[in-house]
């Protein structure tokens, strides 16, 4: 099956910060999709991006389908942007289930 | 456009014991998918519908799992005889009639198996 990998596992940041998250496929996908996880565990899409550049407010995502990674940046960080951040993807059109990866923990300190 | 919903929010319930979970997908969104998610890692599929049909299953479903969607609306994910390890996350999406369309999640079911 595909290999979903998220880079760094962790990261703290100070408020006012700019960050890169990374995910790394080992296939083609049909669909890539990034989640902000809050504290209470509700998934929240961020973007539909399986190609392309995407921007929303201080964060954009960009998807580089050829060389099996999309990177999401997060801009002038705050205390609400704490939370883990996955990557899915939907592999050989498998009946659209998300293949997640383990995660991004990301903690912003005011 | 309310989102999905589930319910209950949070479950604790006694090794043996049988639990259901409901899941309320977005008006007009015929796929429904059922996933789970642990500690420290990120969720997994358990399954899916395209209105009242059950087309895939996980292999992480075992026989004590039972879902089902009648009439293609809300959809119920059964639990029998609970194990400790099936304390998780349990958590519902819905997407609209086309295969790579946005998921939508729902705020997920917390289940503790004690």
């Known amino acids: 099956g595909i290999q979903v990998e998220q880079s760094p596992p962790d990261l703290i940041l100070q408020e006012g910060a700019n960050s890169t998250l990374r995910c790394n496929f080992s296939d083609s996908v049909n669909n890539l999709q990034w989640f902000h996880q809050n504290p209470w565990g509700q998934l929240i899409n961020l973007f539909y991006?399986?190609?392309g550049t995407k921007q929303n407010g201080r964060l954009s995502a960009t998807t580089v389908a050829t060389e099996r990674y999309s990177l999401l940046y997060i801009s002038s960080s705050q205390t609400t942007d704490s939370g883990v951040y996955f990557c899915a993807v939907v592999w050989n059109n498998q009946g659209g289930k998300l293949i997640f990866g383990q995660g991004t923990e990301l903690s912003v300190k005011p | 456009d309310t989102g999905v919903s589930q319910d209950p929010r949070h479950k604790i319930t006694k090794r043996g014991q049988n639990v259901t979970f409901r899941c309320d997908p977005i008006s007009e969104h015929n796929r429904l998918y059922w996933y789970r998610q642990t500690l420290g890692q990120g969720p997994e599929f358990l399954t899916y519908?395209?209105?009242?049909?059950?087309?895939?299953k996980s292999r992480l479903l075992s026989d004590r799992f039972s879902a089902e969607r009648p009439k293609g609306s809300f959809s119920t994910l059964e639990i029998q005889r609970t194990e400790q390890g099936d304390s998780a996350m349990y958590l519902c999406a819905s997407s609209p009639r086309e295969l790579l369309e946005t998921q939508y999640f729902g705020p997920g079911t917390r289940l503790l198996v004690l």
């Open positions: 991006i399986p190609s």
């Open positions: 519908f395209q209105n009242e049909a059950q087309l895939e």
